[in-house]
C-alpha cells in the first residue's frame, strides 16, 4: 500500500524515527533554556508525534517541489504552521491543556502558532528535505523487507500500547479539570449567595437597629423635655465628669457585644 507514491511501512518508519529526533531537539532546546531536564511530548516514550507527522508532510508534499525553493519555502510555512496549530488546537480540546505557549510572542495566533516559529518551519523543512531526509531514506530503503516489517510491528505495538496509557491519563486529567472548574464555579456561586444573604441580614440587622436608635432618642427626647418642665429651677452644683471607670465598663461592653457579633457570624457560615 502506497500514499503518493511511498510505501506506508516506509512512511511509517519515518514517522517514527523523526518523532524520537524531535523529541531530542525539543528536550535538548528546554532542558538548555531551564537548565534541567525537561523530557518533552505528551506520550511517556521518546517521541513527539507532531514532529514525526510534521516530517512525513514534508515528505509528502514538499519534495516534488524542490525545484522551485521560493515556492518550497512558502507552502512549507503555511502547511506547517497550519499543521502546528491544528494539532495544538486538538490537544487543547481533548486534554484541556495547553502544552506550548506563544502568547509572550509578537504576531501569534491565540498562542498556538507565532510568526519567527512559522518563519523557522520554512527554513527546517529546507534543511531536512535536502539534508537530513537523503541519507535516512537510503538507510530505510536498505533495510531488507522482513527487517522492515518487523520494525513497523514492533513500534506500532509500543505506540499503541503508549498511546493508550497517555490518553487513559488524559482522559483522567480532563475529568478531574472538568469536575474542578464546576466545583469552582459552584463555589462562586454559592460565595455570590452567602454574600447577598450576608448583605440582607446585615441589612437587616441595621434597620433593626436604626430603628431601636430613633426609638431610643425619641423617649430620651420625651424624657429630657418632661426632666426640664418639671426641674426648671433647679441647677447643677458641679459638671459631670466622666472616670475610669466609666471608660472601662464602656469598653468592656463594647468589646463583649463585638465578640457576640462574631460568634453570630461565624455561626451562620457553618450552617450555610
Known amino acids: 500500500m502506497t500514499i503518493l507514491g511511498f510505501p506506508l511501512s ?3 518508519l519515518y514517522f517514527i524515527l523523526y518523532s ?10 528546554c532542558s538548555v533554556l531551564e537548565r534541567r531536564l525537561v523530557p518533552r511530548g505528551f ?3 521518546p517521541i513527539c508525534p ?8 514534508m515528505i509528502l508534499f514538499f519534495t516534488p517541489l524542490k525545484s522551485n525553493l521560493v515556492l518550497f519555502y512558502l507552502v512549507a510555512v503555511v502547511v506547517m504552521t497550519s499543521w502546528e496549530y491544528l494539532v495544538g488546537w486538538v490537544l487543547e480540546v481533548t486534554t484541556h491543556v495547553k502544552y506550548w505557549d506563544y502568547s509572550q510572542y509578537r504576531f501569534n495566533l491565540q498562542g498556538r ?3 519567527w516559529v512559522a518563519l523557522t518551519w ?6 531536512v528535505i535536502f539534508f537530513i531526509h537523503p541519507p535516512i531514506q537510503k ?15 514492533a513500534f506500532l505495538a509500543l505506540l499503541a500500547v503508549d498511546a493508550t496509557a497517555t490518553i487513559r491519563n488524559l482522559v483522567l486529567v480532563a475529568l478531574h479539570v472538568e469536575s474542578v472548574t464546576q466545583l469552582g464555579q459552584k463555589l462562586q456561586v454559592q460565595m455570590a449567595l452567602g454574600k447577598a444573604e450576608l448583605g440582607d441580614m446585615l441589612e437587616d440587622s441595621a434597620a433593626s437597629l436604626r430603628q431601636r436608635y430613633s426609638e431610643q432618642v425619641a423617649q430620651l427626647e420625651q424624657v429630657s423635655r418632661r426632666f426640664r418642665r418639671a426641674y426648671s429651677t433647679m441647677t447643677a452644683s458641679r459638671r459631670y465628669s466622666v472616670s475610669q471607670e466609666d471608660l472601662l465598663a464602656a469598653a468592656a461592653l463594647a468589646k463583649e457585644e463585638l465578640l457576640r457579633r462574631k460568634q453570630a457570624l461565624k455561626s451562620f457560615r457553618v450552617k450555610k
Open 10 to 12: 516506509k512512511l511509517f
Open 20 to 29: 524520537f529526533l524531535g523529541w531530542i531537539m525539543e528536550t535538548c532546546y
Open 43 to 45: 506520550l511517556y516514550g
Open 50 to 57: 507532531i514532529y514525526g507527522g510534521g516530517v512525513t508532510l
Open 113 to 115: 502558532v507565532c510568526l
Open 122 to 127: 520554512g527554513a527546517l523543512s529546507y534543511l
Open 139 to 153: 538507510l530505510v530503503e536498505d533495510l531488507p523487507m522482513w527487517l522492515e516489517f518487523m520494525l513497523c510491528g
